[in-house]
Structure formats: C-alpha cells, structure tokens
C-alpha cells in the first residue's frame, strides 16, 4: 500500500460538527476512522463511520477521501468519496453514512484512497 493508502478498523461510535482543532504532530497519517456501527436517521438505519483528517502541513489542504464499508462477512459493500478542506495545522472530524436497511451484521469501515492537494 502507498502512503496515501490507508485502512482503519475501529470500534463503535458517531458523531460531526465538531470545531477543528490544533493538530498533533506525531500523527502519522492524515485520515482515521474512529468509530462505526449503525443507527437511525429520518427513520432509516444508516450505517455510519466518524472520521478524523490531521493536516500537519503549512498550508490548507482539499482531501478527497474513499470510504468502504464492510459487510458482516468483511466484505466491501459500498464505496463513499468524502470531500473536506482542512487550515494547516488543524484537526477536523466528520461523519460518513450510507443507508443500511435490509443488510446484515458490519464489518467495519476502511479508508481505502486518500487524495491530498494543498490550497
């Protein structure tokens, strides 16, 4: 896998509309995941996975982000582009969800692209 490449698995959460935060610099890749698993929206089951990008540059940064979520079976089932602007030296986190009605069991969601273009 190439250093934009990155793939994370991780327990069970949701949350967005958080402020962006100065940024650790020991972090070693731009995105995570930081928690999955599903829930209701407008009466929907979702299946839904928090994020974290960690932009350590000098500059703002467009991500174009690929997020695969995971069957019961492990199993990529779907495919979802975020995209997200991030000021130097922030931390910014997000949520990204597709629907889930009629699926069984998940297997969690990986970060299979990243794409980074400083502004």
Known sequence: MGSAVIAALLLNGCADGRAPRPVDSAAATPVEVSGYGTERREGRLVFSAEYT????TRAPVAYKIAFAFLDGD?????????????????????TVWIPWEGRQGTGGVAVTEVHQTPL
């Open 53 to 56: 990008i960690r932009n350590t």
């Open 74 to 94: 492990g199993l990529a089932s779907d495919l979802k582009w975020v995209s997200r602007t991030v000021l130097a030296g922030h931390v910014d986190d997000g």
